[in-house]
């Protein structure tokens, strides 16, 4: 069975950057399994792998803007030092999360801190970078009714 809309993918992967630089491999995480064609992985990603066969493999270049999008200077903004913990050594890099109004937790890094202005960036790690995939097709089935609703492999 190929890989097409509606079906349950398990697949082996690795994902780098243009630079060699190792993002997520199956050798870390172990088999992905997800529905295709709903959008669940990065487009570029979903497209490349659409037709292809069990025990097939392949390797895919994935622009920036087919993967977690182009950077956004938007999305980097400046809030008061106050606003951290008090017993946290603020430094550039640091990862934290931030929470909506629905509860989401919404990640951020600390680009720049400027006396009690700490400059935050709300984009995606790995947004505006090309990235690498090679793939390796497992498994494919039909997804349930339910998988197809629920979005998620079960
Ligand atoms: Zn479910």
């Known amino acids: ?83 951290f913990p008090a017993d946290t050594e603020l430094a550039p890099g640091m990862e934290f999360y931030t929470y909506n109004e629905k509860g989401e937790a919404i990640p951020f890094v600390i680009r720049e801190i400027n006396g009690d202005t700490v400059v935050i960036d709300f984009n995606h790690p790995l947004a505006g970078k090309d990235l690498i995939a090679w793939v390796k097709i497992v498994d494919v089935r039909e997804a349930s009714p339910e998988e197809i609703a629920h979005g998620h492999v079960h």
């Open 1 to 83: 069975m190929k890989v097409a809309p509606k079906t349950v993918v398990t697949l082996e992967y690795k994902i780098t950057l243009t630079t060699g630089e190792l993002v997520d491999s199956s050798e870390v995480s172990g088999p992905f399994s997800y529905v295709h064609g709903i959008g669940a992985i990065i487009p570029g990603l979903e497209k490349g792998i659409e037709g292809m066969d069990v025990g097939e493999e392949k390797e895919i270049e994935i622009p920036a803007a087919e993967a977690y999008g182009e950077r956004n200077e938007d999305l980097v903004t400046s809030v008061s030092k106050s606003q």
